[in-house]
């Protein structure tokens, strides 16, 4: 079955250490999102990317960065993560933009 | 600025009908999404609306009305599996997806 892939589910990580979280999908779109949500809380668009082209959204913080080293992979790397970046971290792929959003499963991190 | 309000919780009994209202403020409109997320998990989509009216999908509806900014999820013959986070999201014109924080509605036998 085509599907968005995120690995690990868990990831648990302390204080300042670098993680990275991996996002795959078989779907063929174009397009890769990686959102931060937290309990209660919308979806926080970070990056998107449209093929290769990269988006930052202007509230994402320096911490975060991401690498789609082709169609079907994209990564979230979080350079010193702290306390306040522990939340789920949802991939999400569309055909194109104005199109509906398939979601992975979520990667929920945890920042001791 | 942008903007989309829904109730922060709602409770419906098993078997009944309940309408879920969404109101956008957005610069443009491109189409509303409605999403649901059960708890620790991710949004499923639910339903499209881009042009005025009702769309029909089984035991889910979802309406639109563009000149008032306004849309509603209808669920009927709710089932205990139906409590969860149901997510509005409106493509402004710029092709931004804007998300609503969700409405958590809680369904009781």
């Known amino acids: 079955d085509a599907m968005v892939i995120q690995n690990p589910r868990y990831q648990v990580t302390q204080f300042g250490k670098p993680v990275t979280l991996s996002c795959s999908q078989t779907?063929?779109?174009?397009?890769m999102y990686w959102y931060q949500q937290k309990s209660s809380q919308a979806p926080k668009l970070l990056f998107h990317y449209y093929d290769k082209d990269f988006n930052n959204e202007a509230d994402t913080p320096d911490n975060f960065q991401s690498r789609r080293p082709n169609t079907s992979f994209c990564f979230l790397d979080i350079r010193s993560p702290g306390l306040g970046d522990a939340a789920m971290y949802l991939c999400?792929?569309?055909?194109?933009?104005?199109?509906?959003?398939?979601f992975g499963p979520g990667t929920r991190l945890t920042v001791l | 600025g942008q903007n989309i309000d829904q109730p922060t919780e709602m409770t419906a009994t098993e078997g009944a009908i309940v309408q879920i209202n969404c109101t956008y403020q957005?610069?443009?409109?491109?189409?509303l999404f409605w999403y649901q997320q059960h708890a620790g998990e991710a949004p499923t989509f639910l339903s499209y609306n881009v042009l005025d009216g009702l769309e029909e999908k089984g035991r889910f509806s979802s309406f639109l009305s563009r000149s008032k900014g306004y849309s509603y999820l209808l669920l009927k013959e709710l089932q205990m599996k139906d409590s969860a986070s149901y997510l509005c999201?409106?493509?402004?014109?710029?092709?931004?997806?804007?998300w609503g924080a969700g409405t958590k509605l809680i369904i009781k036998p």
């Open positions: 779907l063929n779109h174009n397009v």
């Open positions: 999201a409106v493509i402004d014109s710029n092709y931004q997806l804007i």
């Open positions: 957005t610069s443009g409109f491109n189409g």
């Open positions: 999400a792929t569309s055909i194109d933009k104005h199109n509906e959003q398939f």
